[in-house]
């Protein structure tokens, strides 16, 4: 005999409510979404751009290099990208290791500032020291455009701007006795050839193109006392009032065997200064004028 389950009558009358179908305890539309990845009241324009969607967070592909994006050198200082400016920090590492200052135990300080020192240094010193000096004076050369090694007078002065065991700036003077004031530029100056060393006007004036930038210096000299062939920054640390203490330290200290008389601006002269030298030279005259020696 077949055995039948019982049906309640609840549950019959449920039955032919619904038609004979059995309710489901899950809605059609919950069901659905569970197997869809979005609802279907975002757009299908706005899905596709987002399944597009570019992530601008990454600026840079690894290819399995140590390290990725910028970087700064502890030694140096430098910001470089490993694997794309290698060289050029190799190059700017090097320079720097030239320029470090670890100091001497006689060192002559002439001006400190704060944690800086302005040290002197003269021809006459130690081969040792001497000979830093002059390695110092060649990366100075170098970022002047100086193309030949430009010989050192015996009777020079050499100022180290010295901070955190490095030389961030350089100052070298020596006596001379003519020099001519700088006149400022005309449009017709630009028109002359580079090639000219010197052309001399109806006026008496001259235009030194010894440098890349070119001075026309005036035909008449007048008596000076200090002469700067060098004035140099690094460049992370212009724009502080450095040269400005250099020069300064200078003219305080050009007769160091006489510490109460001091150079006046008037009595200082410059070699053929580059555009940026010649700005600096009028802003530390102060409207007195800025003379030229060769």
């Not at 967070?57 to 700064?72: D, E, P, R």
């Not at 003519?178 to 002359?192: F, H, V």
Request: glycine fraction near 6%.
């Amino acid at each position: 005999m077949e055995s039948h389950s019982p049906i309640s009558s609840g549950h019959f009358d449920d039955l032919l409510k619904s038609g004979g179908k059995r309710k489901s305890s899950t809605p059609v539309q919950k069901r659905f979404h569970s197997f869809t990845s979005s609802p279907r009241s975002e757009p299908a324009a706005k899905r596709r751009r987002s399944r597009f969607k570019i992530d601008d967070k990454q600026l840079f592909l690894n290819f399995g290099q140590k390290a990725i994006g910028h970087t700064i050198c502890k030694e140096c200082g430098m910001t470089y990208t490993p694997g794309l400016e290698d060289a050029q920090h190799r190059v700017y590492h090097e320079k720097t290791d030239k320029l470090s200052f670890p100091g001497w135990k006689n060192e002559s300080v002439v001006g400190t500032y704060r944690n800086d020192r302005v040290i002197l240094v003269l021809p006459s010193a130690v081969a040792r020291q001497w000979n830093k000096v002059k390695s110092i004076i060649r990366v100075v050369d170098d970022e002047l455009g100086f193309c030949d090694e430009v010989p050192i007078s015996p009777l020079s002065k050499v100022l180290l701007y010295v901070r955190n065991r490095k030389a961030i700036g350089c100052l070298v003077a020596q006596p001379t006795e003519k020099a001519c004031p700088l006149l400022p530029p005309t449009p017709e100056d630009s028109d002359l050839d580079s090639s000219i060393v010197s052309v001399a006007p109806a006026d008496g004036s001259f235009l030194d193109t010894s440098s890349s930038y070119c001075n026309k210096v005036s035909g008449e000299s007048t008596d000076v006392i200090c002469g700067v062939s060098r004035i140099w920054v690094s460049s992370v640390c212009r724009r502080q009032g450095i040269a400005t203490r250099m020069l300064d330290t200078l003219r305080k200290n050009f007769f160091h065997c006489l510490s109460n008389q001091v150079v006046e601006k008037s009595q200082v002269a410059f070699t053929t200064p580059t555009e940026s030298g010649q700005a600096f030279a009028k802003t530390y005259m102060a409207g007195e004028n800025v003379l030229v020696y060769s």
